[in-house]
């Protein structure tokens, strides 16, 4: 009996062979769930620097269309930011050098001004160390000169409008952004907006300072008819005469007709700008060793960009 329970705790025990080939199973079992969890945090990681970067960009952005005038933006890669020659310009006597070194100094810590304005350029960290490049690049958008002898468009929209979205107007012939515009029915209602009337008979008539013979004879506006209000067919709620807006008048423009000369150039080709198209790239570097140098090349290197468009809504 006692050789019997001997033997039978010797049968039990692990050989140092089993132990070797046990450690070497658990070893290779190991091996992907390492690389899975390390992949698994390089991905987040990654995820992480990606979620920053649009962040940023979305910010930067934003607070260029919210708060730096459409003038003041000036067209490059880097974008600049330019207020010295706009001290005459109406409308503009707020943003003045304090207001440029504030808004600098928030938007783009460490740019500095340069001949050109400052440039919307600079490196930012984020709490891991990451370091991003960002650069906001400016086009602008101008009229072309072939449209000059273009007259505004007018069409009905269509009676689905305002249920439905308003029936558009034809190809535009020239390859520019264009801007329409629906009759506002609050101000053809009221008395203050038919402020000028053309002389009735403007053969046997002059100008008399008050009343005028052609549009063109204006102080800088344009003259609202006015007779000119919506009668449309088929609408009987109220009496005949009434003024009704179930199929109204668009009226399509081209940046020539729609605004004034921008203050910032003499060039022909740019004098008449009403869009700039801002994109914002950011760009890092996701190597190890060039955590801190956005601009290394190589395998490591990432980038977002973001588009957007800013319109002059001073026009």
Same mark, same amino acid.
């Given at each position: ?53 649009? =962040?940023?960009?979305?910010? $930067? ?21 330019? +207020? ?22 928030? $938007? ?71 801007? =329409? ?80 000369? $921008? ?16 994109? +914002?790239? $950011? ?25 957007? +468009? ?6």
């Amino acid at each position: 009996m006692r050789q019997n329970n001997i033997f039978s705790r010797r049968s039990s025990a692990f050989t140092l062979l089993e132990i070797i080939l046990a450690m070497a199973i658990l070893a290779a079992t190991m091996v992907p769930i390492f690389y899975f969890m390390s992949k698994g945090a390089s991905d987040t990681d990654i995820n992480v620097s990606r979620m920053y970067a649009v =962040s940023r960009a979305s910010e $930067v952005l934003n607070a260029m269309l919210d708060n730096v005038p459409f003038q003041a933006l000036r067209a490059g890669i880097p974008g600049f930011i330019r +207020i010295d020659d706009l001290a005459a310009v109406d409308g503009y006597e707020k943003y003045d050098e304090a207001w440029a070194i504030k808004f600098v100094t928030t $938007v783009f810590p460490g740019s500095e001004k340069t001949a050109a304005g400052w440039p919307c350029q600079n490196i930012v960290k984020d709490p891991r160390g990451q370091y991003y490049k960002i650069t906001l690049r400016v086009e602008d958008m101008p009229s072309l000169p072939a449209t000059t002898n273009l007259k505004p468009e007018m069409k009905q929209i269509g009676t689905d409008y305002p249920g439905k979205a308003p029936s558009d107007f034809g190809a535009f012939p020239a390859p520019e952004p264009t801007f =329409s515009f629906l009759k506002n029915p609050a101000k053809l209602l009221s008395q203050a907006w038919h402020q000028r009337k053309y002389v009735p008979n403007p053969v046997s008539q002059m100008s008399d300072g008050t009343t005028f013979l052609f549009e063109t004879e204006l102080p800088g506006k344009v003259s609202e008819n006015h007779e000119n209000f919506y009668r449309d067919d088929g609408y009987e709620k109220y009496q005949a005469s009434a003024f009704r807006f179930s199929n109204p008048t668009a009226t399509r423009m081209t940046q020539r007709m729609a605004k004034s000369m $921008v203050s910032y150039t003499n060039d022909e080709n740019f004098k008449y700008c009403g869009l700039k198209r801002l994109i +914002i790239e $950011v760009q890092w570097n996701i190597e190890k060793a060039y955590l801190q140098d956005p601009d290394q090349t190589g395998v490591g290197l990432r980038r977002i960009h973001l588009i957007t +468009i800013k319109a002059d809504i001073d026009v």
